[in-house]
């Protein structure tokens, strides 16, 4: 069995060293060793799952060891993790389930799948009072510009639907701080394990690219040039309207997918705004992060 | 108050009560594209029924969020679908009930496709999307005058009715400005609208 070990801290820039040692191991049953885990973002959470998904086209579900941390694993509970990682690993340990009804607790949206444009509307339904809340009042927004983060929220799930053409899922969470940021903040990930940038534009664009059509092309396309496989000048603004809250906001927002990572890079944060030659991972997965206003 | 022409038939769209209708769901947010194309399918086949003349008021006054997508197939898509020469019906739109987080989303899709539409907002009625500066003071001066012919909207404004053509024929064109050729009226739509 081969091991894949799981960072302390997991989220988006950790995360590829998980895809790494998938890349490595070259088939075979896969152990998820999860046991230092102390920290995981939305995108961490839903990255393992689409990690677990990956491993398991083997044939064989991989095995997840649960992290030592009490607080982790309760967190991962309240997030429904387990309700979706039982059916991706075969899990080592004792979850802790959600019982649901977990109006009280910290999470803003549980992990949610999106298969259909029905589960946009629910995550919309379910999300917009409250973030609308946490916006205005934790994060200092003004309440006319909280009120975009539902359109927000349904423009990154559409993305799902309308390029990856697979299920994907969502989840986002508030966060006293986080490593890179001593302020309050809201984090949205996205993850689906569908055709990726570069299918979704593959047959529209390739090949006015040349040798230069790649991942990494095909993100610039799509998040610079807001361009898209249809043809209707409407469509391939979903990216735009999203970068542009999110810059307004003093936020991040970051896709990867395959081999190439874009990002709009704020301040507070050392990422590049392109990174190439990653380890391959497929579809995309999208990582938001708001932080709140500095004079708050 | 301005006479209302004769041909003209008022419709209301209350967006939040026809997403329900139109995709048979109990969605309070206009979000998605699949929900904008069928708000849209419902307000066009009420404008087929009606056969004549038409001035329709888009309400959102119960919509809470409002997506680009959605907004994109139900307010620019309905827009352009009635612009052509070729349109299934003579329809004009006003929007009504705009809060000010949806103004952003409509001036987005109205921009990308080079359209504009007339809201009537808290602060009054204006017009919204592409409009350059011509046109922005020829549509004010047909809003305030009501109903007026080219001399009396170059009269009201000053100048000579040949350096207000350009921009009255664009607003006509683009059907912010309802012109009646029989009576060489131009009709302002803020006021045909007040009692629908």
Redesign the interface.
């Known amino acids: 069995m081969k091991v894949i070990s799981i960072p302390p801290i997991l989220e988006e820039r950790s995360f590829d060293a998980v895809v790494q040692a998938l890349a490595d191991a070259e088939g075979g049953r896969f152990l998820f060793d999860a046991r230092p885990l102390r920290w995981v973002d939305p995108y961490g959470m839903l990255g393992l799952l689409a990690a677990a998904e990956v491993a398991g086209r083997g044939g064989e579900r991989p095995v997840l060891q649960l992290p030592k941390a009490a607080e982790v694993l309760s967190y991962l509970g309240r997030m429904r993790f387990f309700n979706y990682a039982e059916e991706l690993f075969e899990i080592h340990g004792a979850p802790r389930r959600s019982r649901g009804g977990d109006s009280a607790s910290d999470v803003l949206l549980e992990i949610t799948p999106i298969r259909e444009?029905?589960d946009?509307?629910d995550v919309?339904?379910r999300v917009?009072e409250r973030a609308i809340e946490i916006l205005t009042h934790q994060l200092h927004y003004p309440a006319?510009?909280a009120?975009?983060f539902?359109?927000m929220l349904?423009?990154v799930c559409?993305n799902i639907l309308?390029h990856a053409q697979a299920t994907g899922w969502v989840a986002t969470q508030t966060y006293s701080r986080i490593p890179q940021l001593d302020r309050r903040v809201v984090k949205i990930g996205v993850v689906d394990l569908g055709i990726g940038f570069k299918g979704s534009l593959a047959g529209t664009h390739a090949a006015r690219f040349g040798d230069r059509w790649g991942d990494a092309a095909a993100l610039e396309a799509a998040f610079i040039h807001g361009l898209t496989r249809f043809h209707d000048?409407?469509?391939g603004?979903?990216l735009k309207?999203i970068r542009k809250q999110v810059g307004r906001w003093g936020g991040k927002v970051s896709i990867r997918s395959g081999t190439a990572r874009i990002a709009d890079v704020p301040d507070w944060d050392d990422a590049p705004p392109l990174e190439e030659k990653l380890p391959h991972f497929p579809g995309a997965q999208i990582g938001i992060v708001l932080p709140a206003r500095s004079q708050a | 108050m301005t006479d209302v022409p004769r041909d003209v038939v008022p419709l209301r769209f209350e967006l939040s009560s026809l997403v329900t209708r139109s995709v048979a769901s109990l969605y309070s947010h206009l979000v998605t594209r699949p929900t904008g194309r069928a708000v849209r399918l419902g307000i066009e086949s009420q404008i087929s029924e009606i056969g004549a003349l038409c001035l329709s008021i888009l309400d959102f006054g119960q919509v809470a969020v409002l997506d680009y997508s959605c907004a994109d197939e139900t307010v620019a898509k309905l827009i352009l679908r009635y612009q052509p020469d070729d349109r299934p019906a003579d329809a004009y739109f006003v929007a009504r009930g705009l809060a000010e987080h949806h103004l952003e989303t409509i001036e987005a899709v109205l921009e990308r496709h080079d359209l504009a539409l007339v809201a009537e907002l808290e602060s009054g009625p204006t017009l919204l999307g592409s409009v350059d500066a011509e046109e922005m003071e020829v549509w004010t001066a047909v809003e305030r005058l009501g109903r007026a012919t080219g001399d009396e909207v170059a009269g009201y404004l000053g100048v000579r009715p040949e350096e207000i053509s350009r921009p009255l024929d664009s607003l006509v064109r683009r059907r912010v400005v309802l012109y009646r050729e029989a009576s060489g009226l131009h009709y302002a739509l803020t006021p045909l609208a007040a009692d629908v």
């Open positions: 444009y029905r946009v509307h919309v339904d917009n006319r510009e009120w975009q539902g359109s349904s423009e559409q309308e000048p409407g469509r603004q979903g309207q």
